[in-house]
């Protein structure tokens, strides 16, 4: 069963504009991770907050994590066409490592 | 590093066939996942090995499917009898568990899997 729910489901913004990405989940977490997927390729890893950590940035990514409200939002600053991809948000409750992902949102920067 | 390796790519079978999906995780990581996408249900955790051992499999959606990891470096994936609901893309991750340290997951390019 998902544990992380993305909104909005699909984005459409203009290069240079930022874009937001919230997620929301069920149960604690020890940490939550996000993934890019490009069409037709493998996830890949772009930032992790742990359940102790509240804001976490990387390059053009910022990340929050509310635990009292269990829930998350990944900003992408000044977007680029390459950034279309789908976002999905992962949490790890398990204490293993294994995750628990969200259906995703869909993001399309136009030129 | 060659990164996660999967094989085949893609695969296309009929209905009743066997289908064995391959993989090869990262040099030196411990644990490997086994993970399904489809539209309907997202992206669903399979199977997941740490040290070669099976730890969780409660994601294995029957008895048609079945997973090892008969050394550090392979693992197989395999559906038999396979069925068209099965049709989906996976995709194998591999980390290194250390402790309660959290870790990003690598993933493979996935196999696509049509059954017909």
């Known amino acids: 069963s998902q544990q992380g729910e993305e909104d909005p489901q699909a984005l459409s913004i203009q290069e240079g504009e930022n874009a937001t990405m919230n997620c929301s989940y069920k149960t604690s977490i020890n940490n939550l991770q996000w993934y890019r997927q490009n069409s037709g390729r493998g996830l890949v890893h772009l930032i992790l907050?742990?359940?102790?950590?509240r804001e976490k940035h990387s390059g053009r990514l910022r990340v929050t994590l509310d635990t009292s409200k269990k829930s998350s939002s990944l900003l992408i600053t000044a977007s680029r066409a390459a950034d279309t991809a789908s976002y999905f948000c992962a949490t790890d409750s398990s204490g293993y490592s294994t995750l628990t992902f969200g259906k995703g949102t869909m993001l399309l920067v136009s030129p | 590093d060659a990164g996660v390796i999967q094989s085949p790519r893609h695969e296309v079978t009929e209905m009743g066939q066997e289908v064995t999906l391959r993989c090869k995780p990262i040099s030196g990581h411990n644990s490997l996942f086994w993970y399904r996408q489809t539209m309907m249900r997202g992206l669903e955790l399979l199977i997941y090995f740490n040290n070669n051992v099976p730890i969780d499999d409660s994601g294995m959606p029957e008895d048609r499917f079945s997973a090892k990891m008969p050394n550090a470096s392979f693992s197989t994936l395999k559906i038999q009898p396979s069925e068209p609901r099965d049709s989906a893309v996976y995709f194998c991750a591999s980390n290194t568990l250390q402790g309660i340290v959290p870790n990003e997951q690598f993933f493979g390019p996935g196999t696509r899997l049509t059954v017909l």
């Open positions: 907050i742990r359940s102790n950590e």
